[in-house]
């Protein structure tokens, strides 16, 4: 692997080469910004229950970006917050994703689970109904739930308490070439009649309007962002399955129309993410969802790559995929008070690991991402002023999380539906398969 695919590297794309399911990223999680500007660390603050505080907090956190990531977190956790909170003492530990989440099931499972983790977008809701992960009600209530970006807070809220907080948000985003658009004298689609238009005048000999990674989570996770552009979704308000409804037909419909009319790339039943994005950046495909940063997976025609703005579905619908990746207490921890203060503290002060760090996750604090590092790039703020306000996780519809959401995001049975859909098989059958799967999911039959 080479220095550009270990800085956008994700969660998901660690577990697509482990067998895993996209919740165990392409892609939980993320592509860094390397090509952003630098910013200013955040000045340490001490939160009120820091003050009060003290101990020893033991933080395990997943690589989530490149070497320089794991040093800058180690200094951020042991160092910097040591600094604002002389009376806590913080032991950093990273974890590779080669070991998730067998590592984290063993330490919960035998009583030696860290005080703290960052994890992804489902961890907390998958070992909370062990009784492993502590509320944090009193937290949130003394962050503010405006302190996070748009969806993000939701995500994390079961059976009337706030199980975890948001710390990084991974989001499916459409990436153009804009050269191979005004080569076919195409304009940007605002929505998804003019989108498929759009495909068909860009295809042409080898190239394809659009391509998918059928053989990666980002493939589940790209058709599942069409389909919420119709209004789809997986369940109701109430929580309640709800795989037959005329939106997700009528949104798979789409998908499966775009391959009839022969501007899907032939390729994308069988492709990684790599493939995508090497066809991508030969000009074989004009259109793909990616991860922020995708322009880095690309540098020599990063200057053609555009960003689509969200496109209205045929409802008014404006939506994409995403998801928020966690940071929670356990019950095992000895010493509460201090772990809380810590919590807090690195929700607000973590700035450095993507000035310095290249975290691959966008930040889901508002004052961080309000940060010049991510203001002044070019492709990372109309992400974050335009697709994290429209984003929806994997329940859309649903309220919170609950514990279904994390069979699904690690079971594979949405990489089952996007291979079949990509091969030509029936939208009805492929949705009725992946209805009979669900159903028999132990989490759906409470």
């Known amino acids: 692997m080479d220095e550009q695919q270990r800085r956008t590297i994700s969660r998901r794309q660690f577990l697509t080469g482990l067998g895993v399911g996209a919740g165990a990223l392409v892609l939980a999680a993320c592509g860094a910004q390397p090509g952003a500007s630098g910013g200013a660390s955040t000045a340490p603050t001490a939160g009120s229950a820091a003050s009060a505080a003290s101990g020893e907090v033991q933080f395990w956190d997943m690589v989530w970006g490149p070497p320089e990531y794991i040093d800058t977190a180690k200094r951020v956790a042991e160092q910097d917050f040591t600094a604002a909170n002389p009376g806590i003492t913080v032991s950093y530990q990273s974890n590779p994703w080669s070991s998730w989440p067998q590592v984290f099931t063993t330490a919960v499972g035998s009583g030696t689970a860290p005080d703290v983790s960052t994890g992804g977008g489902y961890q907390a809701i998958q070992f909370y109904p062990q009784d492993a992960i502590l509320e944090i009600d009193d937290l949130v209530a003394e962050i503010g739930v405006d302190a996070f970006l748009p969806g993000q807070i939701d995500g994390m809220y079961y059976n009337g308490h706030y199980i975890a907080l948001p710390w990084g948000i991974d989001i499916r985003i459409p990436f153009y070439r804009k050269d191979l658009f005004e080569q076919a004298g195409v304009a940007p689609p605002t929505t998804l009649e003019e989108l498929r238009a759009a495909l068909k005048a860009l295809t042409r000999g080898e190239q394809y309007g659009i391509a998918f990674a059928g053989a990666s989570p980002l493939g589940w996770q790209s058709i599942v962002s069409l389909m919420y552009m119709f209004g789809g979704g997986f369940f109701t308000a109430d929580n309640q399955l709800d795989v037959m409804n005329d939106r997700n037909i009528e949104g798979l419909t789409f998908v499966a129309d775009l391959i009839k009319d022969g501007v899907v790339h032939p390729g ?179």
Do not use: C
């Open 268 to 446: 994308s039943a069988g492709f990684q993410d790599a493939d995508l994005s090497r066809a991508f950046g030969t000009g074989s495909a004009a259109v793909m969802f990616f991860s922020p940063s995708a322009e880095e997976r690309v540098p020599e025609i990063k200057d053609q790559v555009g960003i689509l703005s969200p496109m209205t579905g045929p409802h008014g619908d404006k939506a994409t995929l995403m998801f928020a990746n966690n940071l929670m207490i356990y019950k095992q921890t000895r010493n509460p008070d201090a772990t809380k203060a810590f919590l807090k503290w690195w929700s607000e002060n973590s700035l450095p690991i993507w000035t310095e760090g290249h975290a691959g996750n966008l930040p889901a604090r508002r004052s961080i991402a309000a940060d010049p590092y991510f203001q002044e790039n070019p492709f990372i703020k109309p992400i974050i002023d335009e697709w994290v306000p429209v984003g929806r996780l994997t329940g859309n519809h649903s309220t919170g999380t609950f514990p279904a959401l994390a069979d699904i995001d690690a079971g594979g049975m949405l990489n089952t539906l996007a291979t079949d859909l990509l091969q030509g098989r029936d939208v009805t059958e492929t949705l009725q398969k992946l209805e009979t799967t669900l159903k028999g999911l132990k989490s759906l039959q409470a």
